[in-house]
């Protein structure tokens, strides 16, 4: 049972990277830095419960605050240029990140051990959960309790006039400008936000993993981030947890038979799954369709 | 003082492989307005598949094989451009960029299976070369590697300002509607731009390999991230700034490698790029007004 638990919060923290990504993604903005303020919450929060005796919560809690920070200081040098410009900005900025905590070294000596991160090495026992004695179960709630949690807060926003704000500008920059919308505002707003989810996402990841390394938080993971939301659609949070069960799920534990192979599977899967559906499992026809199935009021998509 | 101009000079002979980089992405980005993701990745393959013919031949010439790389690089363009750009709407960016990024890991991931994952040993010409001035050197492989990518960037100006082709790739990059009303078959041009890149990008991986001795897939993500800072600073969709970008960039980190060591130097070529982005955005060659 241990194994579907543990494969439970897999998919829980790759779904909060993939709503990192798609609050961002519904500005119209491609960001590949998501892996980066990921980055930052796990070290911040692993430094805080190991090197600082900090609980969990507060730990989490300064790991969002801090990755929404520093999504906030990208945001503002990065939104001034616009779409893919974007996209090689925050590819180079979440580069930086992992090289940064690759060259970055602090470590302090507690009860006869070193602990902290050490370059290269990673940063090894992060174990709060152990020494509390948190079964693997209850770790995966807790997690899930987080997942909800955003997921919750994304699908309120959509139905908010936040929500209609970020859809705007993410359909028509200009015509949500000439309608009296700050640009920057609502992208830098969007991207805090993402950066909290992720940095929240990154302080959970350090504490079930136990040991975090620079080679994580590469740009397959930021790949990971944004494939989510596209290959889900975005019409819909849901689209993204579905997303996140399919890839973690099946491409990569469901096919582990596959050995080798399945790594490969996964590149040509997504470049099939584009040209089939290009926009996403759940795009508006099926959404449509879906609503139609349950709620019977299709008028009010 | 010598340190430096010496690890300057190098730098700045190794960074014509990133000017080569950076064009890739630039062209595409000039003529569809759209990233290919998976660009230094399929350069990189294509210097891979410049080494079946070691396979076929033993002991073929250096330059067979990089000649088989440019080939292959260009192959590999136009099937990118089949999986990742023909078929699907040009209304959903997200879709292609996600698309190449996929070819990105798949590509990749084709080379660390067939390789095992162990980098392998990339044939050089002139590497017992050395020109000397007093304690000053220049390195004869690396001297090759400029002359080569100086080349190739000669042809790819000429085809560009000389030829009908190089006409239509100029007028669909600028409008691409009005490219289309004068009869000029973009669909067309767009493979071609394609498969232009990805020649350029097969030589470039296999000048990157003869300058460094070894290719491992390892060097796909720092390339892909390299060639996409020279597009940026040279200004995105600037043939004349990525060429002048890609030697700044190359000059910039070897120096800093010889100051600051080797896990720390690309640090500071991301630090560049914040510095160009914060004070001229635009890159160096900015096109005038007409970005999207």
Redesign the interface.
């Given at each position: 049972m241990d194994f579907y638990f543990g494969l439970a919060q897999i998919i829980g923290v790759h779904t909060l990277i993939g709503l990192s990504a798609y609050i961002v993604?519904l500005t119209g903005q491609?960001s590949l830095a998501q892996a980066g303020f990921f980055a930052v919450g796990a070290y911040v929060a692993g430094m805080l419960t190991v090197l600082a005796g900090w609980a969990i919560l507060p730990a989490l809690a300064a790991s969002a605050v801090l990755g929404a920070v520093v999504a906030c200081a990208v945001g503002f040098?990065?939104l001034?240029?616009?779409?893919?410009?974007l996209?090689?900005?925050t590819?180079?900025?979440g580069?930086?990140v992992r090289?940064?905590f690759?060259?970055f070294d602090y470590q302090v000596a507690k009860g006869g051990v070193k602990l902290g991160p050490l370059?290269?090495e990673g940063f090894r026992q992060i174990r709060y959960f152990p020494e509390n004695g948190w079964t693997t179960m209850d770790v995966m709630l807790f997690i899930w309790v987080f997942v909800t949690l955003a997921m919750a807060l994304l699908w309120w926003f959509d139905r908010s006039r936040y929500g209609a704000v970020l859809r705007a500008v993410g359909e028509d920059e200009l015509a949500a400008q000439s309608v009296g919308l700050n640009l920057t505002a609502v992208k830098v707003s969007a991207m805090t936000i993402g950066g909290a989810i992720a940095g929240l996402g990154g302080g959970i990841y350090a504490h079930y993993t136990t040991h975090i390394e620079h080679a994580s938080f590469?740009?397959?993971l930021a790949?990971f981030a944004?494939?989510y939301p596209?290959?889900g659609g975005l019409g819909s949070v849901f689209g993204t947890l579905l997303a996140a069960m399919f890839v973690q799920g099946f491409l990569v534990e469901g096919l582990r038979f596959l050995g080798?192979?399945r790594?490969?599977l996964?590149?040509?899967?997504?470049?099939l799954a584009?040209?089939v559906r290009?926009?996403g499992f759940l795009d508006a026809p099926t959404l449509l369709g879906l609503k139609r199935l349950f709620g019977g009021k299709s008028g009010a998509a | 003082m010598l340190d430096f101009f010496q690890s300057l000079s190098d730098g700045v002979l190794f960074g014509s492989t990133y000017a080569l980089i950076g064009i890739g992405f630039t062209l595409v980005f000039g003529v569809m307005h759209k990233l290919n993701l998976s660009y230094a990745a399929a350069s990189v393959g294509g210097a891979y598949c410049g080494l079946l013919v070691l396979q076929v031949f033993a002991g073929a010439p250096p330059v067979v094989v990089f000649f088989c790389a440019f080939l292959a690089g260009g192959l590999l363009g136009w099937l990118v451009y089949l999986t990742c750009f023909h078929f699907i709407p040009i209304s959903n960016p997200l879709a292609t960029l996600m698309a190449t990024v996929g070819m990105l890991l798949l590509i990749d991931e084709i080379i660390v299976h067939l390789t095992a994952g162990m980098p392998v040993g990339y044939p050089a010409m002139f590497d017992d070369v050395m020109l000397r001035m007093g304690e000053f050197t220049v390195r004869g492989d690396l001297l090759m590697v400029f002359a080569v990518s100086m080349l190739c960037m000669g042809g790819l100006l000429a085809l560009l300002y000389k030829t009908r082709l190089g006409l239509a790739t100029r007028a669909v990059s600028q409008q691409t509607v009005a490219a289309l009303l004068c009869g000029i078959r973009v669909g067309q041009v767009n493979a071609m731009t394609f498969v232009i890149t990805g020649l350029l990008g097969g030589i470039a991986g296999a000048m990157i390999g003869a300058s460094v001795g070894t290719l491992s897939p390892l060097l796909t993500t720092p390339l892909t991230t390299k060639g996409l800072i020279v597009t940026v600073i040279g200004g995105l969709g600037s043939v004349p700034g990525a060429i002048i970008a890609g030697l700044l960039v190359g000059g910039f980190e070897n120096v800093l490698q010889q100051y600051r060591g080797v896990t720390e130097r690309d640090l500071y070529v991301m630090l560049l790029l914040f510095v160009f982005l914060v004070f001229r955005p635009g890159g160096l060659f900015a096109p005038k007004g007409g970005r999207d």
């Open positions: 993604l491609v040098p990065a001034r240029v616009k779409g893919l410009m996209v090689i900005v590819l180079a900025f580069e930086g090289l940064f690759f060259n370059g290269s590469g740009i397959l790949t944004l494939a596209i290959l080798d192979w790594n490969l996964f590149g040509a899967l997504i470049v584009m040209n290009p926009k | -």
